[in-house]
């Protein structure tokens, strides 16, 4: 149970204790806020994460034989805001500015790419490795809201894994911060400025080769953006899922595990939220579920979780609506990370989640020994529960 691991934390995030342990990986609020930007777990279970304001790759390494990490070292350094993990056939990839690197186990570090766009705007972000052996990273618009005609920016690349025939798969982003491959698919996130007042709203994007997104014309489904009123919006892609502005979506996890029932098949959003909001959109960290066509069915709110509130744990998903505009008041700071953001997750082979967060933490969400009887608890639903009937 989970009052008998040693590291586990209690009350501190309010998750759903009767579902996962919440146990600490690190804990130094000494290191600066923005630590462990992005997350990536090796087949051994090591647990990678960047600093990006040292300039370092780190490792957590399982050192007492329980299978979580807990013992941190440099793995590299000297690297440029290193903002992006991607872990393939024991290679760290790891994206740099304008560069990416491939770092061996041994430590030996090569550079695949010299010169991805950067420079003003939104940096170089996440990275993923598809079963096509090719090597996917996010490239932020180089400004908030503005025409460019540089076809790099705004855009998730494809390459080899050496980094040659870099290819534009998709555009129309302003801050693609993630990538990830779910059902076989990429998928994305994207954010619309916070200060944008007309319907503007942030995603939750299925990448399909050759489309455009909207960005900088369109931000969200069919709104018309500042850049140009008489744009139509319906040349581009819509999102699949939306979230209130100020979310900031910044990190995806594919979960593919029944670790607990309900879980499998789902996808994992970190909402960032920004520090000057006053409702609250972000700050969670929630797990999608979608049907066989790829459309949101509803997500369960994995982080913070209230037992008496059913619209905080379980949300479905309701078409042209979006998920959590306002879930946490004024009344309740204090509950669940805040004034902690959340940063980034990853999903080990076990189904365990780790999280980071501001104030140089990661923890990890780890099955309680024995699952309880749901009915028993839960009178009224089900977390995910497969007999769910979103219509009724």
């Known amino acids: 149970m989970c009052s008998e691991r040693p590291r586990v934390i209690t009350g501190a995030l309010f998750v759903d204790y009767l579902r996962w342990c919440v146990e600490s990986v690190i804990d130094d609020p000494d290191i600066e806020p923005f630590s462990f930007t992005a997350l990536e777990v090796a087949p051994d279970g090591s647990l990678f994460a960047t600093r990006p304001l040292a300039g370092q790759v780190m490792i957590i390494e399982d050192s007492d034989g329980d299978q979580l990490p807990d013992t941190m070292r440099t793995f590299a350094e000297g690297l440029n805001m290193p903002s992006g993990l991607a872990y393939h056939e024991g290679d760290l990839y790891v994206s740099s500015g304008s560069k990416i690197y491939r ?32 090597l996917y990273v996010a490239v932020g618009a180089p400004c908030d809201n503005c025409e460019f005609d540089e076809p790099e920016r705004g855009a998730i690349l494809s390459m080899t894994l050496d980094g040659a025939d870099r ?17 076989g698919k990429l998928w994305t996130l994207d954010s619309a400025p916070r200060s944008y007042q007309r319907g503007a709203v942030d995603e939750v994007n299925q990448v399909e080769t050759g489309a455009w997104y909207g960005f900088p014309y369109c931000l969200g489904a069919a709104t ?40 499998a098949d789902t996808l994992i959003v970190v909402l960032s939220g920004e520090p000057t909001q006053i409702d609250f959109v972000g700050y969670k960290v929630v797990m999608l579920n ?14 913070p979780f209230r037992i008496e509130s059913t619209r905080q744990a379980y949300v479905p998903y309701e078409g042209e609506g979006y998920f959590w ?53 839960y009178p009224i639903w089900t977390p995910m529960h497969p007999d769910y009937d979103p219509s009724a």
Do not use: K
């Not at 090569?110 to 010169?115: A, G, N, P, Q």
């Not at 319906?234 to 699949?240: D, L, W």
């Open 103 to 134: 770092i061996s186990a041994g430590g030996s570090v090569d550079t695949i790419v010299s010169d991805l766009p950067v420079g003003a705007g939104f940096p170089v972000s996440g990275l993923v490795v598809g079963e096509d052996e090719r």
């Open 167 to 183: 290819q534009v798969i998709a555009s129309g982003f302003r801050h693609p911060a993630d990538v990830e491959f779910y059902r």
């Open 224 to 263: 018309v953006n500042l850049a140009s009123d008489q744009f139509d919006c319906i040349a581009s892609a819509p999102p699949r899922v939306l979230f209130g502005a100020g979310a900031r979506p910044s990190s995806l996890a594919a979960y593919p595990y029944d670790t607990l029932t309900g879980t």
């Open 290 to 303: 979608f049907d066989d066509h790829d459309q949101p069915l509803g997500a369960t709110l994995l982080l």
């Open 325 to 377: 505009r306002q879930y946490i008041t004024l009344s309740e700071l204090g509950w669940g990370i805040y004034p902690q953001q959340p940063l980034a997750v990853a999903v080990n082979s076990y189904g365990w989640i780790y999280i980071s967060m501001t104030g140089g933490q990661i923890v990890a969400l780890r099955p309680a020994n024995e699952t309880p009887p749901w009915e028993d608890f």
